[in-house]
């Protein structure tokens, strides 16, 4: 069965910073897109950040400039890197796969939520 796996999460004061990481496991055929969501209390989810099989990345306006995503392909990983964290970054962060499983199935994944908090 894949699955994905996050890690990562926690409090943090203002200004600090966190990396989340997310493992796809299980047996795959490839990787096409991962990503990273949020979704805060009485709000949508939301697009974070996200990096393409290509290589190109796509980052919510509010995420510019202070987060950055990246992979590592040889480890079916992805990181989220937060920094200059603000009390409103508060919210459960999902990671996000679109991926071809080992029997060929386009599939979309996402991971269990991983808690950010962000206060003094």
């Known amino acids: 069965q894949v699955q994905l796996v996050e890690s990562g999460g926690g409090l943090v004061q203002p200004g600090g910073s966190l990396r989340l990481s997310c493992v796809v496991s299980?047996?795959?055929?490839?990787?096409?897109?991962m990503g990273w969501y949020r979704r805060a209390p009485g709000k949508r989810r939301e697009l974070v950040a996200a990096?393409?099989?290509?290589?190109?990345?796509d980052y919510a306006d509010s995420a510019k400039g202070r987060f950055a995503i990246s992979r590592d392909n040889a480890k079916n990983t992805v990181y989220l890197q937060m920094n200059s964290l603000k009390p409103e970054d508060t919210a459960v962060y999902y990671c996000?796969?679109?991926?071809?499983?080992?029997?060929?199935?386009?599939?979309?994944?996402w991971g269990q939520g991983t808690q950010v908090t962000v206060s003094s």
């Open positions: 299980g047996s795959i055929f490839s990787i096409n897109a």
């Open positions: 996000n796969a679109d991926i071809i499983s080992g029997q060929m199935v386009l599939t979309t994944l």
């Open positions: 990096m393409y099989s290509v290589g190109s990345t």
